[in-house]
């Protein structure tokens, strides 16, 4: 059973739309992480956000954190087929507890 | 600065076979961990590795065991493999246990069982 659930499993656009990924949790975790991850690759860190309530930005993307550490969501703006890959978020305590990953493909 | 390396990066394997993955970290990097990735489990925690001492394991049966070497290198061996055990398996390191610090992430080893 995975503590965190991502939503949705699959997501398909057009470039230059908009696109929301959700992260939700049964536990609290001390922070969370965001990864992408391109096929061949491993993961790679975007983001850890640790208090409630924080909002992060980087470039077009944006992290929030809810207020009770539970939740969090990824939002991208004017996606770009650069963005394709899956997006993966992570619990921490001694370790990543990672949900199951939301497929993002941008077609050109 | 060379990112974590592993090897082999593709493995085809038998049913009760062993084998043998290795992990090489950033160099400086002191802390190594394992994860597997299935469709249908995601990634999750192996074990993690620092100052060549197992430090935490997840969920896993007895035959996927580790090491971690003086120059902290680390290797895992899965023995008497299933066919479940087919996964990519990745290895991450940081400067230091936990997930305080940075992890970074090697591009993984595709095994393969038949």
């Known amino acids: 059973t995975q503590l965190l659930e991502q939503s949705p499993q699959f997501l398909s656009i057009q470039e230059g739309e908009n696109l929301t990924v959700y992260c939700n949790s049964s536990?609290?975790?001390?922070?969370l992480q965001w990864y992408r991850q391109e096929p061949g690759e491993g993961p790679v860190l975007l983001v850890t956000v640790v208090t409630g309530g924080e909002v992060k930005k980087l470039k077009r993307l944006t992290f929030q954190f809810g207020d009770a550490r539970k939740d969090s969501s990824l939002h991208i703006t004017a996606a770009q087929p650069g963005d394709t890959g899956l997006y993966l978020c992570a619990g921490t305590d001694y370790k990543l507890s990672f949900g199951a990953g939301t497929t993002v493909t941008v077609r050109a | 600065k060379a990112g974590v390396t592993q090897t082999p990066r593709y493995l085809i394997k038998t049913r009760g076979q062993q084998v043998t993955l290795s992990c090489s970290p950033i160099s400086g990097h002191r802390s190594v961990s394992w994860y597997q990735q299935t469709p249908g489990q995601g990634l999750q925690f192996l074990f993690e590795y620092f100052s060549e001492t197992q430090r935490n394991k997840g969920n896993f049966p007895g035959r996927f065991s580790g090491r971690q070497f003086s120059n902290s290198r680390s290797e895992m061996n899965v023995s008497t493999l299933e066919l479940g055990d087919s996964a990519l398996y990745l290895c991450?390191?940081?400067?230091?246990?936990?997930?305080?610090?940075?992890?970074?992430f090697g591009p993984g080893t595709r095994l393969t069982v038949t």
């Open positions: 536990s609290v975790f001390s922070s």
């Open positions: 991450a390191s940081s400067l230091s246990p936990g997930t305080s610090y940075e992890q970074y």
